[in-house]
């Protein structure tokens, strides 16, 4: 009854950026918890940042000072913006919001990060 539909990828040099967007819609209220999660191939699903209702931020080591987490409540859209990427970035991201203590998951959106 939410979905959750990521945009935004793509393929990127490494040192540059993308912004990925998350955008809710459904029965959301209560909204909790919103984070990005990645899974390259091989490997499990990370979390990458993660933020609370009350705009507490939570990043993996790997994109600290990287990657910025926001959100706009009032669109229920969560956002990403991924800075100075690396080859290592690469991988699937995906949404995952919080409501009422049950996740939700995006489909996804491939980032490349190649030269």
């Not at 100075?84 to 939700?104: G, Q, R």
Request: glycine fraction near 12%.
């Amino acid at each position: 009854q939410v979905q959750l539909v990521e945009s935004g990828g793509g393929l990127v040099q490494p040192g540059g950026s993308l912004r990925l967007s998350c955008a809710g819609s459904g029965s959301i209220f209560r909204l909790l918890r919103m984070g990005w999660y990645r899974q390259a191939p091989g490997k499990p699903r990370e979390l990458v940042a993660d933020i609370t209702s009350v705009g507490s931020t939570n990043y993996a080591e790997s994109v600290k000072g990287r990657f910025t987490i926001s959100g706009d409540n009032a669109k229920n859209t969560l956002y990403l913006q991924m800075n100075s990427l690396k080859p290592e970035d690469t991988a699937v991201y995906y949404c995952k919001f919080v409501v009422n203590y049950v996740h939700y998951w995006g489909q996804g959106t491939q980032v490349t990060v190649s030269s």
